[in-house]
């Protein structure tokens, strides 16, 4: 079965402009979750998104948002970029946002942005 | 306010051998503790895992060893094997906070044939 695809791979914006990530979880899964990894931060939890509603956020300034679509699809949107928004974005998916399932939460393998 | 601290931060350990990464965590509330392995140009993908009802869960190579009292849990993996060389990293997350992990650090492992 195919796993959590993101698009695009790579990327590269200038200063200032914003950006917009794509993410298709597995076929079922119905909860997304957006991490930032960086090398000097880890990763770090973003937001998760469970029938189109915001469940959980992290510790990141509001130029950071997303949505979920109806068919689970995600996109995370990132306005007036800043160097330190260079980073691996990463996409995890799972069926529910319970606790039984989080043996099955699996992650893309992300859209690498950097920004100059 | 780092929640799961990650020990060592680089590991080089000879085909065969075993190698040991720490995490210790501070928030009592955690009831879920994951294992990623992640490797170059890819996502983490989940080893293992264990739950604070049990001390020591095994699959194959793979061992978490879990001390709720010192609210620490660690992985070994025996028998290390060249392609274990990728990143490791610890989680930990919460029934009341969904799918959310807060991650350690990250260990970078490099098995040596």
Redesign the interface.
Known sequence: KAG?TQTPRYLIKTRGQQVTLSCSPISGHR?V?W?QQTPGQ????LF?Y?SETQ??K?NFPGRFSGRQFSNSRSEMNVSTLELGDSALY?C?S?LT???RD??G??????TRLTVV | QQQVKQSPQSLIVQKGGISIINCAYENTAFDYFPWYQQFPGKGPALLIAIRPDVSEKKEGRFTISFNKSAKQFSLHIMDSQPGDSATYFCAASKTAAGNKLTFGGGTRVLVKP
Not at chain 1, 42 to 45: E, M, T
Not at chain 1, 105 to 110: L, P, V
């Open positions: 959590v909860s979750s991490y880890g990763l770090q939890f998760e469970f469940r959980n992290g990463l995890a799972s946002t319970t606790s989080r043996d939460y699996t992650f893309g393998s992300g």
